[in-house]
């Protein structure tokens, strides 16, 4: 699918922006949502309230050349369009960050390591997202691209170091490499811990609070 469920998006756009990269490659662009999400993270809260001067690289690679749009013009420096298996040694540039939301599953597991491996010689952290169950999916949008062929888990993971995991319900979440650490740090403080497992009891002092102040 040229777009990806929104239940990821917090945690995404956090790891972006902990990692914080001058240059950035989105595997798989498709509708061109991360693009926009880290031009908008990354630019427009630096402080320089400059609304086109981009002091940033974000590249994309897209398989299936209908997805491309102007949106894609205007917040991607360059798109390249074609196999990202075949373009990524091939590319001039090397990238503070890479992103590989929602592309793993499209691939046979042997494939999708390769594609793993070639991205971490292009950019010193890879962001992945895949979905934590697998889900049949064929030819959408007219893209053969579009078909789901494997299931990842965290021990698919293990020869890639550093690495660590974000939370999420629905995908399974994976950076690897150095800014892995500074994602770790931040999300997995025991203030995050506690929020993220005990949640439910800030609801419930929430109604609580409320319960009393319409007694009183």
């Not at 998006?9 to 490659?25: D, G, K, T, Y």
């Not at 880290?38 to 940033?56: I, M, P, V």
């Not at 053969?144 to 979440?173: A, G, Q």
């Amino acid at each position: 699918m040229p777009t990806s469920h929104l239940h990821q998006l917090n945690e995404i756009v956090e790891a972006i922006m902990l990692i914080n990269p001058q240059s950035m490659l989105d595997v798989g662009v498709g509708f061109g949502k991360y693009g926009v999400l880290a031009r908008e993270f990354l630019e427009l809260h630096d402080g320089r309230e400059q609304y086109h001067t981009w002091q940033r690289r974000i590249d994309g690679i897209e398989a299936f050349a209908d997805y491309l749009t102007p949106l894609h013009e205007f917040i991607y420096d360059t798109v390249y369009v074609g196999d990202a298996l075949t373009l990524l040694p091939t590319l001039p540039e090397t990238y503070d960050l890479i992103l590989l939301i929602d592309v793993l599953e499209h691939f046979p597991r042997d494939i999708g390591e390769t594609l793993v491996q070639n991205c971490l010689q292009r950019g010193h952290n890879l962001l992945i997202s895949t979905p934590g169950w697998f889900i049949p999916q064929e030819a959408a949008f007219a893209n053969p691209y579009e078909r789901h062929h494997s299931l990842w888990t965290r021990t698919d993971f293990r020869p890639w170091t550093p690495h660590c995991f974000v939370p999420n319900d629905i995908s399974l979440i994976c950076i690897i490499g150095p800014g892995s650490q500074a994602v770790r740090q931040e999300m997995f403080t025991p203030r995050r811990r506690l929020k993220r497992n005990f949640g439910f009891l800030r609801h419930l002092y929430g109604a609580l609070k409320i319960r009393r102040c319409v007694v009183l």
